[in-house]
């Protein structure tokens, strides 16, 4: 008789969206994943490996040497990480969207300056379709803790987009102690003048998507520019959008009662300024 297995892809594969997870190359078990789930002290990226590829592959590489040098006094790998994302994309099929998350199942939480050797865990899913509504967004004071680092701390970022939806909005949009607006809940917020895009500056996550969307423009002779925006500014623009991986434009509608105008030519030079970043090979 054939033996049950604790792997969470074959606990996935009762289910109608396919998904794999893997631990340092190898399908992962709950007890690989149980310091992660009772810890919660880790950093991820998330992108979409396309035919093969990956739009910003360096920066990811980038992202997860930064963030695991932070959390856990160590570099990790580039190489390494190619390997076991090769790994878990072997023999899929179509687009795929990927989560590379970086934990250590050595980390002692009561010693946590020491240096710890980091696990690699790739899960992979489908690709979700973006909705290409605009949104409605409701600011609040929030700035996250270490926001240079894209780690698994997301509570206040979930509970955040749960106020903006009982109040009436679609998500949430953070603004520091000193007024200036930083980013939405997963997504970098950008600014349309009527001439170039304006990125706000105050402490916050340098999306890839944003990086890459920033190259298309200046590659396209197309003004970017960063500079601190303030609500009172608001008014001040024509149109306003989100990015992050999974969508890389998405008009905003309004923030609070400032309503935004939409502008379906940007959001198609937007979405050209990123396709023109070639992929690369993982």
Known sequence: MTQPTDSIEARASTTATPTRCELNGKPATADDLRALALTNYGHFTALQANEGGVRGLDLHLARLDAGTRELFGTSLDAELVRARLCTA??????????????????????????????????????????????????????????????????????????????????????????GAISEASIWNIGFFDGTGVVWPIAPQLHGVSMQLIDNGLRARGIASTSRRVTRGDLATFRSAFLTNCGCPVRAVASIDDVALAGDADLERTLAACHAANPLQAI
């Open 89 to 178: 994309l072997a023999g899929w099929k179509g687009d795929a969207a990927v989560r590379i998350t970086v934990f250590s199942r050595a980390f002692d939480r009561e010693r946590p300056s020491q240096t710890f050797a980091p696990d690699v865990l790739v899960t992979v899913t489908p690709p979700r379709r973006p909705d290409s509504t605009p949104v409605r967004l409701k600011t609040f004071h929030h700035e996250r803790a270490l926001p240079a680092i894209k780690h698994v701390g997301t509570f206040a970022l979930f509970h955040h987009r749960r106020l903006a939806q009982q109040a009436g909005f679609d998500d949430a949009l953070f603004v520091d102690a000193s």
